[in-house]
Nanobody
């Protein structure tokens, strides 16, 4: 299985910004769409954003459109999520994973194990 390692989380005030990183092992990274998900305590994991393997197509959850930006660098086996204008409701553990596509961002957990995630905390 491909290993995924997320980083970049932290504590930020409302209105602030963070940049999350996802590093993947394995040679299939550049051929795979990638996505970011988040899970708050007591809630189910939810889709946040996805990017195609080439980086030419992206999709976002309505709740983060215009505030978050997903990107990737295939040469570094990395995907990123820029979080701007953070709000307390954005606080959660953030996870990356391969997804089927930007249109159908189902995580490919059969071949990509969830990482430990990175925690985002937003103070009001």
């Amino acid at each position: 299985q491909v290993q995924l390692v997320e980083s970049g989380g932290g504590l930020v005030q409302a209105g602030g910004s963070l940049r999350l990183s996802c590093l993947a092992s394995g040679r299939t990274f550049s051929n795979t769409a990638m996505g970011w998900f988040r899970q708050a305590p007591g809630k189910e994991r939810e889709f946040v954003a996805a990017i195609s393997w080439s980086g030419s197509r992206t999709s976002y959850a309505d709740s983060v459109k215009g505030r978050f930006t997903i990107s990737r660098d295939n040469a570094k086996n990395a995907a990123y999520l820029q979080l701007d204008s953070l709000q307390p409701e954005d606080a959660a553990g953030y996870y990356c994973n391969a997804v089927l596509s930007t249109i159908n961002p189902r995580p490919m957990t059969e071949s990509h194990r969830w990482g430990q995630g990175t925690q985002v905390t937003v103070s009001s």
